[in-house]
Every structure is written in structure tokens, then in C-alpha cells.
């Protein structure tokens, strides 16, 4: 499995970014699709997630409201739109792959990552 984000750079507070994610190398339908973000001397965090099925998704406290998340399953790719960017949004984001485990085929949970994409935000 492969992960390529774009769509990264350097917006005004306020401003918008919509990320993609392109997937390669398996059956997409088999991964709940995530976007992740590190800002500089912090840890990754949780930004968003949209489960396999496309019609559940979970976002972080902090971007509620201005981020969505979607996917097309047809063309293996993961969106992430950013709306009302403000300036603690400055991270790399990386696009996340999770395979649920399957405990009938004895399956543990399995998690992809891209090599990710900076958004910078200044005011």
C-alpha cells in the first residue's frame, strides 16, 4: 500500500486547503481512511477519519466545524477540506491507511502512512 498527499502550502489565517490522498496497492475499501498532523516539537495527533463504508467520520475537537472529510472509492482517494485555517493548523499532515483487525482470519490491526504534506498558516 502506497499514500501520496498533496495539495499542501502556505495559506492566511482564514484562508482554505483541500488535501488529497491518493491510495495504491490494495483494495481500498478494506481501510478506514485518516488524516493525522505534526506541528514542530509536538506529537502526531488525530485529525480526522471517515470510516470504509464512507458514511461515518470522526474529527478532532479542534477542527469541528471547519475541517470534512470524504473519499472516493471509486478513484482510491481521501480528501481532507480545510476551511477557517487559523495559525495553530501550521503541521505536516500525513494521510493514514487502518486495516480493522480481523480476528476470524487471525488478522491483527495494520496502519499505512504517507510521507506527508506541510500546511503553513500565518496571520
Known amino acids: 500500500v502506497q499514500l501520496v498527499e498533496s495539495g499542501g502550502g502556505s495559506v492566511q489565517a482564514g484562508g482554505s486547503l483541500r488535501l488529497s490522498c491518493a491510495y495504491s496497492g490494495g483494495t481500498f475499501g478494506f481501510y478506514d481512511m485518516g488524516w493525522y498532523r505534526q506541528a514542530p516539537g509536538k506529537e502526531r495527533e488525530f485529525v480526522a477519519r471517515i470510516m470504509r463504508g464512507g458514511g461515518t467520520t470522526y474529527f478532532a475537537d479542534s477542527v469541528k466545524g471547519r475541517f470534512a472529510i470524504s473519499r472516493d472509492n471509486a478513484n482510491k482517494t481521501v480528501y481532507l477540506e480545510m476551511n477557517l485555517l487559523k495559525d495553530e493548523d501550521t503541521a505536516v499532515y500525513y494521510c493514514n491507511a487502518h486495516r480493522p483487525a480481523d ?8 496502519d499505512y502512512w504517507g510521507q506527508g504534506t506541510q500546511v503553513t498558516v500565518s496571520s
Open 103 to 110: 480476528y476470524g482470519l487471525g488478522l491483527a490491526s495494520f
